[in-house]
């Protein structure tokens, strides 16, 4: 049975992922905050801004002997504001949870998921034919130049650059790495977002619709199965101008 | 680990040199071992910076495998050092022993 360990594994995407990788026998763990998910799935409660909190979590992960062939980091918190108006303490939880927690998952993980050469006889080499694969999320906002996106799309910009060059050092061990950039998806802060500017930012992308999480999953299933690795995609083109500063803010 | 894993020897040397022995058997790295610890390690004719990453990933394996024990060697004690410690076979093990001695006290594996 393949391992999968996905965070933010409580609600939004993560949820649907680890629910989507149980209904199709794998094994998961869910890290979060909350420790809760689907039925089914084992729990570990971590804060990813609190290096106490993480290096607990992942001392546990070796405890467990828990060796994933897929990581799934959906943990992750959208903002929008403007950058003169953002306060020191949303900066630094922003990068704390949208790109330091991400170095730390790649370079931590890496050791539980590259081949070894003295794994255990109970951990196996990997049970997933096509390989281990590691995969993050950016957003669409991070091409679009969103304005009101700045703190978020400069961690995601980071996170997408993280991929890039980690593919290049992980592919020696045989390990992928991919990120999805999403479109809007309809989650409480998209509805918080006035409804011009939603227009606005859905009449930027092509097609001008909400990204489902059917999208989601299917992507993941298609990374599952390929051999790409050091990919940046996104659910939606974006041929369109961007909307006006006035429109989104 | 469980209770019954081996405790770590008290001197490592030989555990390591049979570790770099292993890994350069599996990797196919002629690599001239003739000076026993004082051979060079990593450097000018030696292990480049990658083979170095593969074999501090190799080793700490080992260790965790055969002693229970999780290791972190690429921290910044390492990178911090005016001498880096894998320059030699015996410089690179006498750099593990310490590590293990302080992270077994420190209790978990620390990258600062």
């Not at chain 1, 939004?12 to 089914?40: D, F, K, M």
């Not at chain 1, 299933?221 to 006006?244: A, C, K, M, V």
């Not at chain 2, 060079?40 to 292990?47: D, F, R």
Request: aromatic share 8%; with cysteine; glycine share 6%.
């Amino acid at each position: 049975m393949p391992k999968a360990l996905v965070t933010g594994a409580s609600s939004g995407i993560g949820y649907a992922i680890a629910q989507h990788l149980l209904q199709n026998n794998w094994e998961v763990l869910g890290w979060s905050r909350r420790a809760t998910g689907p039925q089914g799935m084992q729990t570990k409660r971590v804060d990813l801004r609190d290096p106490v909190s993480y290096k607990a979590a992942l001392e546990d992960l070796w405890q467990r002997d828990f060796s994933p062939d897929l990581l799934v980091h959906a943990a992750g918190q959208a903002t929008m504001n403007h950058l003169v108006l953002e306060p020191d303490d949303r900066m630094e939880e922003s990068w704390q949870l949208n790109l330091r927690s991400a170095l730390w998952l790649v370079r931590d993980l890496s050791r539980r998921m590259r081949v070894r050469d003295h794994q255990s006889p109970q951990t196996g080499l990997g049970t997933h034919p096509s390989g281990k694969l590691m995969v993050l999320f950016s957003t669409i906002a991070v091409p679009m130049h969103w304005p009101g996106e700045t703190l978020y799309t400069v961690c995601k910009a980071g996170l997408e650059q993280l991929v890039k060059q980690a593919a290049i050092e992980l592919e020696p061990w045989h390990i992928r790495i991919n990120a999805l950039g999403p479109g809007p998806v309809d989650t409480p802060l998209w509805r918080s977002v006035p409804l011009p500017a939603q227009r606005a930012f859905l009449n930027s992308i092509t097609p001008s619709t909400l990204t489902s999480m059917d999208e989601i999953l299917a992507w993941l299933d298609r990374q599952i199965q390929g051999q790409e690795t050091g990919q940046i995609q996104y659910t939606r083109g974006y041929s369109r101008p961007s909307p006006s500063p006035e429109a989104s803010v | 680990m469980n209770d019954a894993s081996p405790q770590p020897p008290l001197s490592i040397g030989s555990w390591f040199m049979n570790q770099i022995q292993d890994y350069l058997v599996r990797r196919s790295i002629p690599l001239d071992l003739e000076s026993g610890m004082d051979s060079p390690l990593y450097g000018a004719g030696a292990l480049d910076s990658m083979q170095l990453v593969d074999l501090i990933m190799f080793v700490e394996d080992a260790y965790w495998a055969d002693y229970g024990q999780r290791l972190l060697l690429a921290n910044a004690a390492a990178f911090s050092a005016k001498r880096s410690p894998y320059r030699t076979l015996g410089s690179f093990a006498e750099f593990l022993d310490i590590q293990a001695q302080i992270q077994a006290q420190d209790g978990t594996p620390n990258h600062a």
